[in-house]
Nanobody, 120 residues
């Protein structure tokens, strides 16, 4: 299984970025997909997640600014990030899982991460 992310980069505060992720090679249906982020010396944080039925949840700091969406037919997930702040700077990881009953941070498949830097 390959998880391929794209869309990171450098953006000024207040700007927008869209991250995309595609999952290739699963033999089972994907239930949840999520975006996590991590900065040096910090634990990985769940930013947003979406179920196969479209239910979403977000960490408080991104509510109203970020939007997660997915295409079940293509096994893809996107994260639209608006009104970006310097504190959003991190490596962003895409994750997917086919296993049910896992904890919020327990995903089966992970991407390698894409850097998002918010700076003037």
């Amino acid at each position: 299984v390959r998880v391929v992310e794209s869309g990171g980069g450098l953006v000024q505060p207040g700007g927008s970025l869209r991250l995309s992720c595609a999952v290739h090679g699963t033999s089972l249906p994907i239930n949840d997909m999520g975006w996590f982020r991590q900065t040096p010396g910090s634990q990985r944080e769940l930013v947003a997640a979406i179920t196969d039925s479209g239910a979403t949840n977000y960490t408080d700091s991104v509510k109203g600014r970020f939007a997660i969406s997915r295409d079940n037919a293509k096994d893809t997930v996107r994260l639209q990030m608006n009104s970006l702040k310097p504190e959003d700077t991190a490596v962003y990881y895409c994750a997917a899982r086919t296993t049910y009953g896992l904890g919020p941070y327990e995903y089966d498949y992970w991407g390698q991460g894409t850097q998002v830097t918010v700076s003037s």
